[in-house]
């Protein structure tokens, strides 16, 4: 059964900063991998696509890297902003649905 | 606005009522998921419809819990005799063959 872990489950960090979220999952026959910001009281919002064959993807301010082997996956913000305090949750798909498996998330609060 | 909608955004009900939610995934997307996430978790997979046929149900979803998606556009999810336990939100997404999913805003329920 797949499982996804997120890691830290909230962080705190001044704005400028860069920080790294991390996911793991437990089985690698996956199809790909996204992940997602959520406000509080909100949907979810899609920011990066990493399909199976791939090992990153970049869109602004964020990269997210993907190594199956090891069933990882970071999310990296650069230089932060307080517009950024959300939480960020990491899903994997896999199966002839390609039904997504959550993590809890990671609430990152960026001060000003 | 081309993305997913749900309705109605809040449902309060009494414990024992029946309540429906709509969803409307982007037109040109076949495939159609129904999640449920609870303070503090990720969403969590309930089912799927590929077009108008349901193709998966996750074991969250009792015998209480129906889903339609008829003509294989917009999606109803009912639920009968609500419980407390049912209180969450209820998220709808869409995607075409394998790729992205986009999330609707979700239904917040609260069961007295």
């Known amino acids: 059964k797949q499982e996804v872990t997120q890691i830290p489950a909230a962080l705190s960090v001044p704005e400028g900063e860069n920080l790294v979220l991390n996911c793991s999952f437990t089985d690698s026959a996956i199809y790909n991998l996204q992940w997602f910001r959520q406000d509080p009281g909100k949907g979810l919002t899609s920011l990066l696509l990493i399909q199976s064959s791939q090992r990153e993807q970049t869109s602004g301010r964020l990269n997210a890297s993907l190594d199956k082997s090891s069933g990882r996956s970071t999310l990296y913000i650069a230089a932060s902003q307080p517009g950024d305090s959300a939480t960020y949750l990491c899903?994997?798909?896999?199966?002839?649905?390609?039904?997504?498996?959550f993590g809890t998330g990671t609430l990152l609060a960026v001060q000003p | 606005d081309t993305g997913v909608s749900q309705d109605p955004r809040h449902k309060i009900t009494k414990r024992g009522q029946n309540v429906t939610f709509r969803c409307d995934p982007i037109s040109e997307h076949n495939r159609l998921y129904w999640y449920r996430q609870t303070l503090g978790q990720g969403p969590e997979f309930l089912t799927y419809?590929?077009?108008?046929?349901?193709?998966?149900k996750s074991r969250l979803l009792s015998d209480r819990f129906s889903a339609e998606r008829p003509k294989g556009s917009f999606s109803t999810l009912e639920i009968q005799r609500t419980e407390q336990g049912d209180s969450a939100m209820y998220l709808c997404?869409?995607?075409?063959?394998?790729?992205?999913?986009?999330f609707g805003p979700g239904t917040r329920l609260t069961v007295l």
């Open positions: 419809f590929q077009n108008e046929a349901q193709l998966e």
């Open positions: 899903a994997v798909t896999g199966g002839a649905t390609n039904k997504l498996i």
């Open positions: 997404a869409s995607s075409s063959f394998a790729s992205e999913q986009f």
